[in-house]
C-alpha cells in the first residue's frame, strides 16, 4: 500500500501545524486556565517539551523503517497478528481523534456563528470538501496547506499586533503564583493536542528526504509552541485568567476584541474564513490517514475507496458521541488526556522497545 | 499494385496504423507534412492512397488521379510536351498555386527546353535527377512516387509534375493562396511593445517566430491531424531549454488523435489537455508571436495550429493567466502593480456578489453602522431576497454581454446604451433591485474584463454563480466551503506534469519573483524552476546597470 507522490520536509512539518493548531487555539486556553490559570503559556512550553518525547519515538521508528507508515512497521515489529491488531488500534484511534475533530468543528459554528444551522449540516459540508481533498492524496492536502499557511500566519500576526491595546501585562502576574503543580496539570490538558504529533509517524513515510524527517518534526513542534503560546499569551493579556476560563472559544474571542479605528472591526469573520480553512486540513488529514491505514490493515491496494464510507461514518461517530459542547469540554479535560497519553505515547513507545530489543529494522534496503 | 482506384470506406479511414508506414521517406528534400492518422494499410478493405505507386506510363497515372480527383471543379491540369519529346502533365490547385508563377516560369521553361535536351533526358528514364538538374527552374522540388503523397502535395498547394516514362513525379512548391495580412493582435494589444500578430497561415506564423528566435535550437516539428482538413501542426521548441520528457508527451498526444478535422486551437486543446473535466483552462493561447517566443525561452513548448491565429503554449500554470505580455515591457513597479490589481479583479470577480449577498443576507454585523443603514433603507421595499436579486441582475448582465458580443458594432451601441442604462435606471426606480446590488454587479463586470486571459474569464463567470447560491444558502460558511472545494480542485490539476499552482503550491519561493510582483529585468536570473530546470540560468549575474565610476568629470584645477 504505496501513496504514489511525495512531499517536502516543509509541507511535513506545516502539515504538523495543521493537525493540531486549528483546533487548539480555539479550545486548550480555556481549558489551560482552568488549571494553570496566568501561568497557562508556561504549560504550553512545557507540554512542548513533553511532545518532544514522542516526536524522538517517532523520528528513531522513522529512522528504523524509512518509507514504511505507522500501520506498516506495526506489522513488521510485532509479527502478523499481533501487529495488525494494533495497527488498527491505531486507525481506530485516528478515526474516533477525526470524530472528535468534526464536533468540534460544527459545535463551535452553530453556537458562536449561526445558531439555527443544525451543527450536522455543517459536519456533512465539511467532511465533503475533505472527502474530495483525501481522495486526491496526500500531495494535494500538503500543496493546499502551502497556500492556507502564509494567510494563517498574516492573520495570526494581525490579531495579535492589534489585540496589544487591549492588552494589559498584570494579568500574567503573579508568576508561578500557586506553586509549578498547577502548570504540569495544564501541561497534561494539552497533552491530546500535542501528542497528535504522532500523526507525523503515519504521513512521514512519504516525506522525500527521508532523513529529514527529524527536521520536520523539530520545526512542527516548534511552530506550534509558538504559535500556541502567543495565542494563550495573548487570550491571558486581553482577557486575564479569570475572565478566559468562562470564554470556550478563546481564540474567536481574541479576534472579536481586535478594533482598529473605526475601520478594521468585525475581523472575527476573517478568523472564520481561516479557522474553517485550517479545520478542513486537520479533517483531511485525519481522513487520509484512517483510510490510508485501514487500507493498509485490510491489504487493499487503494486507499481511495474507503474515504466517502470512513467519512460518512466519521460524521455518525461525531454525532453520536456528545450531547453538547460541555460534554466535549468536559472530555476534553477528564477522559482525553489519559487515552491519549495511552495510544499516542505509551503504544509508539512499545513499539520503539519491542523493535529495539527485537532488533528489527529495514534500512538499507 | 492494386488494382484501379476506388473510394475506400469510412471505417478504414479511423483505423489506427499500428506503425507509420515508410511514407515521408521519398520526400526527405522536403518534409513538410508529417504523418496522417488513421488510414491502415493491411487490414482495410480498400487499400490506402499510399498503396498506389505512380508508373512510368503518363496515361495510366492520369486516369487514376482523374478517378481521384473526379468533379473537383477547382483542380487544374495541364498537359504539354517537355522540349518537344516529353510528354508532361501539371496538376495543381486553382487558389492554392501561385498560377502566375507557374505559367510564366514552369511551363515556359519547360516548353522551351532545348530538343536534344529533352531527347537525351527521355533516354534516361527514371533518372529524375537529371531533369531536376537541368531544366527545373524552381528550388524547393519534392520526388513523389505515389498517389498518396502526390495527392497531399496538390492539396496542400504544390504542384505536381507527372513525366511520361517516369515512375516518379516532382513536387513543386508554388504554395500561394489568399491569407489576412500581418496586423495589430485584437485580443491582446498593448501600448508598448511589438504590434504583429499571428495569422491563419501557419508558415506565417512560424516565420513569425523564426525571425524572434534566430538560433537552430529552435524546432519545428510538424504533425499532420485530421483526416479531411489534413492541418499541419507545428510543435516547437527550444531543443536546449525545453524538458525532453514534456515534448515527447506532446507528440505522443497529438500523434494519438484520430479525428475528422482540426478547425481551431480549441479542438487540440480540448483533445491533449490533462484534466478535460475542469472547468479551468489548462493550456494557455496567445497570438502574439513575442509571447510565444518568451514563453520557448522559459522552456516551454508552443503549438501552433494552421487555420487559426492562435497558438498554444504548455505546460501552462495558473499564474499564467493573470500575467499579459506587456508586464515585461513596462517599468516593473506598474507591472507590478498592475498584477496585484488583476488579482485583486480576479477575486472581485469571483467573489463580490457572493459576499455582498453573505453580508445582506447572514452577516449584517460586519458592516459600519451607517453603512448598513445606507443598505438596508434602499432594500427597504424591493420584494426579492438579495440572492434572487443578484441573481437577476447578474443574468441580466450576462444577456447583454452575450447579445452585445454578436453584433455589428453600431448596433452592440446602442445595445449596451439601452442595457446599461434604461434597464438599469428603471429597475432601480422600479425598485425591483437596488442601486448597491447594481454597483456590486457593474464592479463584478469591470473587474472580469480585467482579467488579462477570456478563457480564466468565462470560467470564473460560471464559478460565480455557483459562489452566489452558496453564499445566499450558507453565507459567508458558504463561501468558504466553495473556496475550499475550488483550492482542492485547483491543487489536483497539472498541466504536462506541472503542477497547476506551481509555483504557490508547491512553494517555490525562487519563482515567486515572477507571480504577483515581476522583478526587473536584470534580476530575472533563472527559469521558472518546474518548467526550464534544464538550462536554469537566464542570464548574465550583475547584470543591474550603474552610472560609470567617474561620470562627473573632476574639476579642473583653478577655475573657481
Redesign the interface.
Known amino acids: 500500500m504505496r501513496e504514489e507522490g511525495y512531499i517536502?520536509p516543509?509541507?511535513a512539518s506545516v502539515l504538523l501545524w495543521f493537525a493540531i493548531l486549528p483546533t487548539a487555539i480555539l479550545f486548550l486556553p480555556a481549558l489551560l486556565t482552568l488549571r494553570a490559570r496566568q501561568d497557562s503559556w508556561l504549560a504550553v512550553i512545557l507540554a512542548t517539551l513533553a511532545a518532544g518525547i514522542p516526536a524522538l519515538v517517532i523520528y528513531l521508528l522513522a529512522l528504523r523503517f524509512p518509507h514504511y507508515t505507522l500501520f506498516q512497521y506495526c506489522e513488521l515489529i510485532l509479527g502478523h497478528l499481533a501487529g495488525k491488531i494494533v495497527a488498527m488500534v491505531f486507525v481506530l484511534a485516528f478515526f474516533l481523534l477525526n470524530a472528535v475533530v468534526i464536533r468540534e468543528f460544527s459545535e463551535f459554528?452553530t453556537t458562536a456563528?449561526?445558531p439555527e444551522?443544525p451543527f450536522l449540516f455543517?459536519a456533512c459540508?465539511?467532511v465533503a470538501?475533505a472527502v474530495?481533498?483525501a481522495r486526491?492524496g496526500l500531495e494535494?492536502i500538503?500543496?493546499?496547506t502551502?497556500?492556507?499557511m502564509p494567510l494563517l500566519v498574516a492573520f495570526f500576526v494581525v490579531i495579535l499586533l492589534f489585540a496589544t491595546p487591549e492588552m494589559s501585562l498584570r494579568n500574567i502576574l503573579p508568576f508561578l503564583e500557586n506553586g509549578i503543580r498547577p502548570v504540569l496539570g495544564g501541561s497534561l490538558i494539552t497533552w491530546p493536542f500535542m501528542g497528535q504529533v504522532i500523526i507525523l509517524a503515519t504521513y512521514g513515510a512519504f516525506v522525500n528526504p527521508p532523513r529529514s524527517l527529524g527536521w520536520s518534526l523539530i520545526t512542527g513542534l516548534l511552530g506550534i509552541a509558538f504559535f500556541l503560546g502567543l495565542v494563550t499569551m495573548g487570550v491571558i493579556l486581553v482577557f486575564g485568567a479569570c475572565e478566559a476560563t468562562s470564554l470556550t472559544f478563546a481564540g474567536y474571542n481574541l479576534a472579536r476584541v481586535v478594533s482598529l479605528g473605526?475601520f478594521l472591526?468585525?475581523i472575527e469573520?476573517l478568523f472564520?474564513?481561516i479557522w474553517?480553512?485550517g479545520v478542513?486540513i486537520k479533517i483531511a488529514l485525519n481522513l487520509y490517514v484512517v483510510a490510508l491505514g485501514l487500507a493498509t490493515v485490510t491489504g487493499l491496494k487503494e486507499y481511495r475507496p474507503l474515504v466517502a464510507p470512513l467519512g460518512a461514518l466519521n460524521v455518525a461517530l461525531a454525532a453520536y458521541m456528545y450531547r453538547n459542547i460541555s460534554e466535549i469540554r468536559q472530555d476534553l479535560l477528564t477522559v482525553e488526556p489519559g487515552w491519549t497519553l495511552t495510544w499516542q505515547f505509551i503504544l509508539p513507545l512499545l513499539l520503539l522497545l519491542v523493535a529495539w530489543v527485537r532488533g528489527q529494522r529495514r534500512t538499507g534496503a | 499494385m492494386p488494382g484501379p482506384y476506388r473510394r475506400p470506406l469510412r471505417a478504414a479511414l479511423f483505423r489506427r496504423r499500428p506503425k507509420p508506414a515508410q511514407q515521408g521517406k521519398q520526400d526527405n528534400n522536403k518534409d513538410k507534412q508529417g504523418q496522417p492518422g488513421g488510414g491502415n494499410s493491411h487490414t482495410a478493405p480498400y487499400p490506402s492512397l499510399e498503396e498506389y505507386r505512380l508508373t512510368a506510363e503518363l496515361k495510366l497515372n492520369l486516369e487514376q488521379l482523374q478517378t481521384i480527383f473526379a468533379r473537383c471543379s477547382d483542380v487544374i491540369r495541364r498537359d504539354f510536351y517537355l522540349g518537344q519529346a516529353i510528354k508532361v502533365a501539371l496538376i495543381y490547385i486553382d487558389g492554392l498555386a501561385d498560377k502566375k508563377l507557374i505559367e510564366d516560369t514552369l511551363v515556359r521553361t519547360l516548353q522551351q527546353a532545348p530538343e536534344e535536351l529533352a531527347r537525351s533526358l527521355a533516354e534516361r528514364t527514371r533518372d529524375l535527377t537529371a531533369v531536376m538538374e537541368m531544366v527545373m527552374p524552381m528550388t524547393d522540388v519534392a520526388v513523389v512516387d505515389n498517389m498518396g503523397s502526390l495527392v497531399k502535395h496538390v492539396l496542400n498547394g504544390d504542384t505536381v509534375l507527372i513525366l511520361n516514362g517516369f515512375n516518379k513525379g516532382l513536387a513543386l512548391s508554388t504554395r500561394a493562396w489568399e491569407h489576412r495580412a500581418v496586423e495589430e493582435p485584437i485580443t491582446e494589444s498593448v501600448v508598448r511593445g511589438p504590434r504583429e500578430s499571428f495569422i491563419e497561415s501557419l508558415r506565417t506564423n512560424t516565420t513569425l517566430i523564426r525571425r524572434r528566435l534566430k538560433t537552430p535550437s529552435l524546432k519545428m516539428e510538424t504533425v499532420c491531424l485530421g483526416r479531411y482538413t489534413m492541418t499541419n501542426i507545428v510543435l516547437t521548441y527550444i531543443e536546449d531549454l525545453a524538458d525532453p520528457a514534456v515534448v515527447r508527451e506532446v507528440r505522443r498526444r497529438l500523434e494519438s488523435i484520430q479525428i475528422d478535422g482540426v478547425l481551431e486551437s480549441a479542438y487540440i486543446e480540448e483533445l491533449i489537455e490533462d484534466n478535460p473535466d475542469s472547468p479551468f483552462p489548462q493550456i494557455d493561447h496567445t497570438e502574439r508571436p513575442d509571447k510565444v517566443a518568451a514563453a520557448l525561452l522559459e522552456g516551454r513548448v508552443g503549438i501552433l495550429i494552421d487555420g487559426t491565429p492562435f497558438a498554444l503554449i504548455v505546460p501552462t500554470v495558473f499564474v499564467q493567466f493573470i500575467q499579459a505580455s506587456e508586464d515585461y515591457y513596462e517599468r516593473y513597479y506598474l507591472s507590478s502593480f498592475l498584477r496585484l490589481a488583476r488579482f485583486v479583479a480576479l477575486n472581485i470577480a469571483l467573489l463580490l456578489p457572493a459576499v455582498y449577498v453573505a453580508v445582506t443576507t447572514?452577516?449584517q454585523?460586519?458592516l459600519?453602522t451607517n453603512l448598513l443603514v445606507k443598505v438596508a433603507s434602499q432594500r427597504e421595499g424591493i420584494p426579492f431576497p438579495a440572492l434572487v436579486e443578484a441573481l437577476m441582475l447578474e443574468l441580466t448582465f450576462e444577456l447583454l454581454r452575450e447579445a452585445g458580443v454578436r453584433l455589428p458594432r453600431p448596433v452592440g451601441q446602442a445595445l449596451s446604451i439601452v442595457g446599461a442604462l434604461v434597464i438599469g435606471e428603471a429597475a432601480v426606480s422600479a425598485s425591483l433591485v437596488s442601486p448597491a446590488m447594481v454597483i456590486v454587479v457593474a464592479m463584478t463586470g469591470i473587474s472580469s474584463f480585467a482579467t488579462p486571459s477570456y478563457s480564466m474569464a468565462i470560467t470564473l463567470r460560471l464559478l460565480r454563480f455557483i459562489m452566489l447560491i452558496l453564499a445566499g444558502t450558507?453565507?459567508?460558511?458558504g463561501?468558504?466551503?466553495g473556496?475550499?472545494?475550488i483550492?482542492?480542485?485547483l491543487?489536483?490539476l497539472r498541466s504536462f506534469g506541472v503542477?497547476y499552482?506551481a509555483p504557490?503550491?508547491?512553494?517555490n519561493f525562487s519563482d515567486f519573483k515572477d507571480v504577483l510582483v515581476r522583478v526587473p529585468r536584470w534580476a530575472m536570473n533563472s527559469r521558472p524552476s518546474q518548467i526550464g530546470y534544464r538550462d536554469p540560468v537566464r542570464q548574465g549575474a550583475g547584470l543591474k546597470p550603474k552610472p560609470p565610476a567617474s561620470s562627473n568629470p573632476a574639476p579642473e584645477r583653478g577655475k573657481s
Open positions: 517536502s516543509r509541507q459554528l456563528v449561526m444551522t455543517f459540508s465539511i470538501v474530495y481533498a486526491n494535494v500538503a500543496r493546499c502551502d497556500f492556507i473605526q472591526e468585525r469573520v472564520l474564513a474553517v480553512a478542513f | 447572514f452577516h454585523e460586519m459600519p450558507f453565507g459567508f460558511y463561501i468558504m466551503l473556496l475550499l472545494a483550492l482542492v480542485h491543487n489536483t503542477p499552482l504557490v503550491a508547491p512553494w
